[in-house]
């Protein structure tokens, strides 16, 4: 699916307000989109809704895999730190057995 590069119409929050109704119609036909602004700043964009579940599937995904990564390193770690005691360990058996 190609990406349209077309300018967002921009709606002050007043004029959304007063025309709620139309602009959910255009909307929900699917090929509307709008930046509502106030006083010229960009508040939230009003899109479709499989839009925004797209838009929540990718943010959430993309959140398990961060807390995945930090997880495994994390675990890596843990596998690193047990593997130093054991060799520890078994260098001191060593020189105990060594001893006596």
């Known amino acids: 699916m190609p990406i ?4 967002v119409p921009e709606i002050s929050t007043d004029h ?3 025309h709620l109704r139309d602009y959910l119609d ?7 989109r ?14 479709p809704a499989h839009e925004a579940r797209a838009c929540w599937r ?6 398990a895999y961060a807390e995945w ?8 770690e843990r596998d690193l730190r047990r593997r ?8 001191r ?5 060594e001893r006596g």
């Open 16 to 18: 959304f307000r007063s």
């Open 69 to 76: 990564k930090v997880l495994h390193r994390l675990n890596e």
């Open 4 to 7: 349209d590069l077309t300018p």
């Open 34 to 47: 709008f930046l509502i602004t106030r006083r010229g700043r960009a508040m939230a964009g009003l899109v």
């Open 58 to 63: 990718v943010a959430r995904s993309s959140e």
């Open 84 to 91: 130093v005691m054991e060799e520890a360990e078994a260098a």
């Open 26 to 32: 255009l909307v929900r036909g699917g090929e509307e």
């Open 93 to 97: 058996r060593k020189e105990f057995e």
